[in-house]
């Protein structure tokens, strides 16, 4: 040991939060989870430029790609193929296979249906306006 150095050291006093302080903590806590469940909130915006129609899904084969029908016209089904719930989550295409949902599309470079949003019941009366 260098000399000259003293090696004892005084225990350090541990800090602690006064009872005054425990109250104001909790309604921060709880304006934090207030504000956090607000923000999570999802926001559905749809592109001004997705057209709207009534869309069935083939039922997928094992030996053809995957088509589907809008407004009675067949396309194909791009392989990155996103479709949105009401809820904003992603849908299974085959969980609504055969199904007809009404909703706004886009389409790929290809002609291929690439994204769907199925439209709400309030959406769907806004589109008629």
Known sequence: M???RDTHRPPQESVKPSRSLWPSLACAAALLLGTASAAA??????PDDAAAA???IAAPSAGAPQT????GKRVGVAPGLRLFGTDNQLLA???VAGQKLP???????????????VLSEAEQQALKK
């Open 54 to 56: 009534r869309l069935v």
């Open 2 to 4: 260098p000399a000259g």
């Open 103 to 117: 909703v706004r599309y886009k389409l790929d470079l290809y002609g291929q249906l690439l994204t769907a949003w």
């Open 41 to 46: 909130q999802p926001v559905r915006v749809l």
């Open 93 to 95: 295409s085959a969980a």
């Open 68 to 71: 589907a029908t809008l407004d």
